[in-house]
Every structure is written in C-alpha cells, then in structure tokens.
C-alpha cells in the first residue's frame, strides 16, 4: 500500500520498457516505485530468472512464470525482439539485472537501443548503485567530476596496460572487480604508487567494509584478513593531487625536450612552458639521462 500510495500521481504508461533498478545486497534497499512499478508490469524480462522471482518473493510479490523472459548477455538481441513484441502488443515490460541498475556493466544497453530504434519510450526507475555509494563515502576532493570505467580488463597484460593509463588521469576513477580477480588486480595496483584508493567490499550488506589506503598497500590489505577477498568490490582511485597534476604536464614537456636538447637547456624552456621548479625537473631529467650528469 505504501508503494501505490507513493506512486500514485505518476503515470506509468502502457506499451513501455521499465529499466529497473535493484538492490545490490541489502533487500530494504528497493525503492517504493520500483515495487509499484513490479505490480503493474505484464512481462519481466530478466537477467537471471531465477534470481528475479526469488527477489520478488522477498517483497511479497507473486508473478506468474510465464511472464518472466531470460535476457542476458548471451542472447539480449534476440530476447529483445520478444520484448518488442511484448510492447506492440501494448505490455508494460520491465528489465530486471541481478543487482544494481540494468546496462550499468550489465546487460541491458543493446535492449534499450533496440527498443527506441523501434519507437517505444523507455523509462528509468532508479535505485541502488554501486558507483555513487561508493563515491559518497570516498571523500574525494575533486571538482566533482568522474570516470566509470565498470570492470578492468580479466587478462593481465590488459589489465596492467589500463592500470598505467589510469594512473596518468587526473580526474576520479570508479572501477569494480569480481572475488575471483581481486587479489590480482591488487597485486597490479601496486603500479600506482601513493595514490590514494578507496575500497568498498560488499556494500549495502552485513559484512559491509569500506577502507581508504595508498594503492600500493590494497595487496596487504587483501592479505590481512582471509575473508576480505570475498565479495563484491567496488573501487574509487582519488584524483592527482594538483602539484601531482602539474608535474606530470612539466614531465610530458620535458620528455619532448630532452631527445632533442641538452639537459640543461631542456630543463630550463620545460620549466618556463610549464611553470614547474627547475630543481624537481632536472633531477627528473638526470633519471631519464643519468650520463648526462656532467652537462
């Protein structure tokens, strides 16, 4: 009752795709919208069927199973023609993943796509999220912009050439990782150093922790206690600080210099195009020229 009573005045139309957002872990979570919304759908299409109706059951809502369609990542194409049909025929279909916002590094954006490009509205019901949870308890003190980059590459060599583009980006990086590949991502972490990382294990659940820690030091971490790599992950890398952010613009400068110039000389223009302190640009530059010390 409290659900209908809350969305009541808001229309929700007939013959539309609802893209539905669910808990990610903590049932008390879903919003009162999202089970109205429940209520009125003829069809739901769903990641995980099975996960779906169980969730449902949570909320006291019963739907018959004839009215659930898999759609997932190995068939969202197909599927999504079943949903088309569904809305020509004037339904209310809604799209559940298993947690979380659906096409959010879920399926569900191919659906999306597919339905507009037929003519048919699309309507978000938001919820729970992993990203802006984890940002709101991150204390970044950025300028409030961000990057999502939802799951790092699983291979290692791809995984580490993303890692060390990271690490050159200035703004605020939202990342999340699986159990089964954390204690790798966090040994390849190690690459950034001093940058400050924001880890967030289980979120919204019983065991929920949240720790803020040099990148470097996520391994240790991990290591310190058994049950810490288990469970969902979601990760915030802190923006450059802004010495660190200017630094790095003089050390890109000095890079195309000192091919081509002595390293005094190098140092010397690189430090007036970019206004950063000769001291900290030559002894960077005798790292990248140590037998031009004597220069």
């Not at 739901?44 to 018959?64: M, P, V």
């Not at 308890?137 to 999502?148: A, E, L, M, W």
């Not at 010397?268 to 195009?273: D, F, G, T």
Request: with cysteine; aromatic share 4%.
């Amino acid at each position: 009752m409290a659900a209908h009573d809350a969305s009541a005045s808001q229309a929700h139309p007939p013959a539309c795709l609802y893209v539905l957002a669910t808990p990610i872990g903590n049932l008390a979570d879903m919003g009162l919208r999202a089970l109205h919304v429940l209520t009125l759908a003829d069809a739901l299409a769903c990641e995980d069927t099975r996960h779906s109706q169980t969730l449902l059951r949570g909320y006291g809502i019963d739907i018959a199973a004839s009215a659930f369609l898999a759609l997932h990542q190995h068939n969202e194409s197909s599927a999504a023609e079943q949903v088309i049909l569904r809305l020509q025929s004037g339904q209310r279909v809604a799209y559940l993943s298993d947690a979380g916002t659906p096409a959010i590094s879920d399926p569900g954006a191919k659906l999306v796509a597919l339905v507009q490009s037929a003519g048919f509205r699309v309507i978000p019901i938001p919820g729970a999220s992993s990203v802006t949870a984890m940002l709101s308890v991150s204390g970044c003190q950025g300028d409030g912009s961000f990057v999502f980059l939802g799951f790092l590459p699983s291979k290692s060599m791809e995984r580490q050439t993303a890692i060390q583009s990271m690490s050159g980006e200035a703004r605020t990086q939202v990342f999340l990782e699986a159990p089964h590949r954390i204690e790798a991502l966090a040994k390849d972490l190690r690459a950034l150093g001093a940058r400050e990382l924001s880890v967030g294990r289980e979120l919204t659940k019983q065991f929920e922790e949240v720790a803020r820690l040099p990148a470097q030091d996520f391994a240790a971490w991990l290591e310190a206690t058994l049950h810490r790599a288990k469970g969902e992950f979601a990760l915030v890398l802190h923006p450059l600080a802004q010495e660190s952010t200017g630094l790095a613009e003089a050390e890109r400068v000095l890079d195309l210099l000192l091919p081509e110039l002595p390293v005094k000389t190098a140092v010397k223009l690189a430090a007036q195009i970019s206004g950063a302190p000769r001291n900290a640009l030559y002894a960077l530059a005798l790292q990248k020229k140590p037998d031009e010390s004597s220069d």
